[in-house]
């Protein structure tokens, strides 16, 4: 079985400080992210789920970042699937998350803090380079707000 998802690394910056945030399920800090919907294109799908999942529709989109993931995991009923993620990069607009019913919690972590707990590293690996990519770019002011500034 195979699904493609999307998602987003999104980050926030308090004075000089970044966080990023991190949704929790079963345990484990993951992005806000779900499946792509028939007849939606990857930034729309990633644009839906950061809504649904965190209730944030005030993102600045860092244009270039766009990373995919190919990882395996195993359903309840033990079906294994194949995934494809396709992760972009984001800036949240503000701070306040409401978490949908798919997940126990959240937090806004620092990279350190971040690295230090996420488990799969292939999520680590991605978000060191999110970080390198944020400091190349959004000190220029450059992206695109979506909702309401």
């Known amino acids: 079985m195979k699904e493609k998802s999307a998602g987003f690394i999104v980050f926030t910056k308090e004075n000089s400080e970044v966080k990023y945030l991190f949704l929790k399920v079963g345990g484990r800090l993951d992005f806000p992210k779900g499946n792509i919907e028939e007849a939606e294109d990857e930034l729309a799908a990633a644009l839906r789920e950061l809504k649904e999942e965190s209730g944030i529709d005030k993102i600045r989109v860092i244009p270039g970042f766009?990373?995919?993931?190919?990882?395996?995991?195993?359903?309840?009923?033990?079906?294994?699937?194949?995934?494809?993620?396709?992760?972009?990069?984001?800036?949240?607009l503000e701070k306040n998350v409401?978490?949908?019913?798919?997940?126990?919690?959240?937090?806004?972590?620092?990279?350190?803090?971040?690295?230090?707990?996420?488990?799969?590293?292939?999520?680590?690996?991605?978000?060191?380079?999110?970080e390198e990519f944020r400091v190349r770019k959004t000190e220029g002011g450059l992206g695109k707000w979506f909702g309401e500034a």
């Open 66 to 92: 766009r990373k995919v993931l190919n990882y395996y995991y195993r359903r309840d009923n033990g079906t294994l699937v194949s995934k494809t993620l396709i992760l972009f990069l984001g800036e949240a």
């Open 98 to 130: 409401s978490i949908s019913w798919e997940h126990e919690g959240f937090e806004w972590l620092s990279l350190d803090e971040a690295i230090i707990r996420i488990k799969y590293p292939g999520y680590k690996e991605v978000l060191k380079e999110a």
